[in-house]
């Protein structure tokens, strides 16, 4: 079957593929939201335990996701691993740091003989929830407005500061998105604590909150989305690779593709009215309607800044060392082969389904914390 797949057609489905594992990671990042919470909604530690409990049930979830999409992204487009990883290694390594922290801090958190004390541990979740957040956001900008980089005839990477990629935490047009995905997971969070958590308090104070949270994040969303379709776009001339500015290049793309139009309408709309319904009734199912249309928004994204004749990981600094989905790839034998892989995905989604059930058929609450064996 994938055989007689073009090289390009292969191509274009790995990076669907990518875009549908980077959106479902930032649905996930509701644990990260949810985890600048614990100070600010949990004020007593019977409530913390609650909050981080819930959250514990689905952080490694986060985690394989954030291996996964690195792993995935490293086997189908090596080089844009090799240049991102190998020149902004600096934000790479805070994100990284900023995940470590988090697993570390749910395993060790109530163990016995703790000399750093929980309230340290949480204060490490708190830096993994804001940290790994803003930095993804930030870092994923850049797929639209381009990182200080060239490459030579051996495709080795040179940046062009010491800054080695934190310099686009600088960029206006990044922070927008990046703080776009900061408070879009505190609102998931926020509506995910509403979803799963069977305490007056907490769902009182989340309802607060969620007002205070969401109106941000509609502001810098605007921001961004604006900001996107109004500015030049990095494209690529078909049949010689050349690369080049385009006016408004990310809302012809969007015109480009009804589907990714439609996908993107749809999931602010979702997002949104997820929102509006955990505002009207606390305790609704307000998070399946924001996290679909999370994802839906982040995928078609994704596909803007890949498709289309479009420089999916841009150079600023070296125009034509920008990287597309034709020139970053791995071979077709590689691509084919992972391909026959990829078709066991639909297990794994399967399994997941079955874990989130399994985990969340009762909502958790203060006496379930007193007579849980394994706490968070």
Known sequence: MFENVSYLALQQYWFIVISVLGAFLVFLFFVQGGQTFLFRI????????????TLGRKWEFTFTTLVTFGGAFFASFPLFYATSFGGAYWVWMLILFAFV???????????????????????????????????VG???????????????????????????GLEAALSLFNLSLG??????????????FMNTIDHDIILKRSRKELLYNAIPFLIFFLVFAVWLFLRDGFAVQPGTGEIFMEPNKYLHNLLDMPVVMA?????????????????????????????????????????????????FYPSAYDLQSSLT??????????????SWISLFIPVVLAYIVYAWRA?????????????????Y
Do not use: C
């Open 359 to 375: 985990l969340n058929k009762k909502k958790i609450d203060e006496k379930e914390m007193e007579e849980e064996s394994h706490v």
């Open 101 to 135: 922290i988090q697993a570390v801090s749910y395993e060790f958190r109530t163990k016995a003989g703790n000399f750093l004390g929980k309230k340290t541990y949480e204060v490490f979740l708190f830096i993994n929830g804001l940290v790994g957040t803003l930095l």
């Open 179 to 192: 703080l776009t995905v900061f408070f879009l997971a505190r609102v998931l969070g926020l509506l995910y």
């Open 42 to 53: 949990g004020r007593s530690e019977a409530e913390r335990t609650i909050l981080v409990n």
């Open 138 to 164: 930030v870092a994923v900008a850049t797929f639209f407005s381009g990182s200080q980089f060239s490459l030579d005839e051996m495709n080795r990477v040179t940046w062009a500061n010491g800054a080695h």
């Open 263 to 311: 996908m993107f309408a749809g999931g602010v709309l979702a997002v949104l009215g997820g929102i509006v319904i955990s505002l009207l009734k606390p305790n609704s199912y307000g998070i399946w309607f924001s996290g679909p249309g999370t994802f839906l928004v982040v995928f078609s994204l994704f596909l803007l800044s890949g498709l289309n004749h479009t420089a």
């Open 325 to 338: 989905i034709e020139n970053a790839s791995s071979s077709r034998y590689t691509l084919v082969a992972m």
